[in-house]
């Protein structure tokens, strides 16, 4: 079964300064990752996604991460934090289900807080 | 478009009631989920459904948990007999279902916040 591994329950970061956040992946075949962001009492947000391909991934917000299959890791990062930025993380790792749908198995979240 | 939604927001019960909760999935995704959401922890895949196929109910913690979707579109999470453990934010996320790298991309709604006094 896959798992996900998110190591930094909480980091606190200051506004401008870069950010990395962890995640670490365990799945027996090749993973389709995610990173989604949840802001206080909203849903979740698609931030960028990884199936296959090049293995730095963009996406929005001025986010990006890295598969690193030897490492079976896919980090977040942004080299300018935001105020605005500041919310919970989540790292997901998919695997496919019965039929076409799937289902993903999420990590339990780094809440970043930004300092001014 | 409208995304998912969900109601109620928030509902607080005593223990021992049944409560349903509601999600409208974004039109013309055939493929919903639900999720549960403690303190603290990740999101826990509960069920999903894909189409007219049998739901995937292999999430369920309990047989106190159940969920239908009607007509291939509003699908409610029943919980009968609430524990207090059951307390947690439940999300829906929907997806176009089809085969490939479409169906992994799951919007969420909102969620709904249960407490069970």
């Known amino acids: 079964a896959q798992s996900v591994t998110q190591p930094d329950i909480h980091i606190t970061v200051s506004e401008g300064a870069s950010l990395e956040l962890r995640c670490n992946y365990s799945?027996?075949?090749?993973?389709?990752l995610f990173w989604y962001v949840q802001s206080p009492g909203q849903g979740l947000q698609l931030l960028l996604k990884?199936?296959?391909?090049?293995?730095l991934v963009q996406g929005i917000k001025g986010f990006e991460a890295e598969f690193k299959r030897s490492q079976s890791s896919f980090n977040l990062r942004k080299p300018s934090v935001h105020w605005s930025d500041a919310a919970e993380y989540f790292c997901?790792?998919?695997?496919?289900?019965?039929?076409?749908?799937?289902?993903?198995?999420f990590g339990t979240g780094t809440r970043l807080q930004v300092t001014l | 478009g409208a995304g998912v939604s969900q109601s109620p927001s928030n509902k607080v019960t005593e223990k021992g009631k049944d409560v349903e909760l509601r999600c409208d999935p974004i039109?013309?995704?055939?493929?919903l989920y639900w999720y549960r959401q403690s303190l603290g922890q990740g999101l826990e895949f509960l069920i999903y459904?894909?189409?007219?196929?049998?739901?995937?109910k292999s999430g369920l913690p309990s047989d106190r948990f159940s969920a239908e979707r009607t007509g291939g579109s509003v699908s409610t999470l029943t919980i009968q007999r609430t524990q207090q453990e059951d307390s947690a934010v439940y999300l829906c996320?929907?997806?176009?279902?089809?085969?490939?790298?479409?169906?992994?991309?799951?919007?969420f709604g909102p969620g709904t916040r249960l407490t069970v006094t």
């Open positions: 996320a929907s997806s176009l279902g089809l085969a490939g790298r479409a169906s992994y991309e799951q919007y």
């Open positions: 799945y027996g075949a090749t993973p389709y």
């Open positions: 990884y199936f296959s391909g090049d293995t």
């Open positions: 997901a790792v998919g695997a496919l289900g019965t039929g076409t749908a799937s289902k993903l198995t």
């Open positions: 039109s013309g995704h055939t493929a």
């Open positions: 459904f894909q189409g007219n196929s049998a739901p995937d």
